[in-house]
């Protein structure tokens, strides 16, 4: 099945980037989580004007209206650190064009507000709450988020099982470059294994 699929694919590439993230170590500091946020905006905004494409029909099923979060980057990133250029973009971003290559990067990218939830209770310390609207998005909803993104990948699996390999592709590629950007940004650790 798809969500095993994408899991068991991405598992590997998850760990890595967990354990080298600048944010998630001891101690936690505002520059690091500066740093993330800029990271993190530079590589979904572009991508995100991507999805652009997609058929109307598929962008009303997924909620991408709701789901297209950089906005809320681009606002706490003026509350933490006020006078900072604009970030970046990422010019090595996953593959785009078909919704199957959308569906993967969209799992790794709505996958990171679970991580995110860890990552709010790990900034506790640096008092953030007026701005950490990106790493709460959806508040409450972040169960029922998940839960319709996954149906999203199941019902398009279903539908289209020829397309699965090409989405499970991007997401692991969606990983790998979001990785080598953060490592660019200064946001993570190099890789030992690269
Ligand atoms: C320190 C940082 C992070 C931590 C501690 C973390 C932790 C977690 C945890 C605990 C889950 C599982 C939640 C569940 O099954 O209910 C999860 C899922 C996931 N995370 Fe992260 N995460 C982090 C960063 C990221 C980042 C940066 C990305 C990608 C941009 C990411 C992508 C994903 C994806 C795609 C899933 C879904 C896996 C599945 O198919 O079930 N995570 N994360």
Same mark, same amino acid.
């Given at each position: ?12 590439a998850?760990e890595s980037l967990?354990r ?6 001891? &101690? ?22 991507? =999805? ?9 099923? $997924? ?18 650190? &006020? ?34 939830? %860890? ?6 310390? $640096? ?18 988020? %998940? ?27 969606? =990983?790998?470059?979001?990785?080598? %950007? ?9 890789s030992?294994?690269?």
């Amino acid at each position: 099945m798809i969500l095993d699929q994408l899991k068991a694919a991405t598992a590997e590439a998850h760990e890595s980037l967990e354990r080298r993230l600048h944010l998630a170590q001891h &101690p936690v500091s505002r520059g690091s989580y500066s740093a993330y946020l800029r990271a993190m905006y530079g590589f979904v905004a572009p991508l995100e004007a991507a =999805f652009g494409q997609l058929p109307p029909d598929l962008s009303k099923t $997924l909620e991408l209206e709701r789901r297209c979060k950089a906005r809320l980057i681009l606002q706490d990133l003026e509350v933490l650190a &006020p006078g900072d250029s604009k970030p970046p973009f990422c010019e090595v971003l996953p593959e785009q064009g078909t919704a199957a290559r959308a569906l993967g990067a969209l799992y790794v990218l709505e996958g990171s507000t679970l991580g995110a939830r %860890w990552l709010l209770r790990h900034l506790a310390p $640096l008092g953030i709450e007026g701005c950490s609207a990106y790493l709460n998005s959806y508040g409450e909803d972040l169960g029922a988020m %998940w839960q319709r993104m996954r149906a999203v990948l199941q019902t398009h699996s279903r539908l289209h099982p020829e397309h699965d390999a090409e989405l499970v592709a991007t997401a692991l590629q969606t =990983f790998q470059r979001l990785d080598a %950007w953060f490592v660019r940004c200064g946001a993570a650790e190099v890789s030992r294994a690269a």
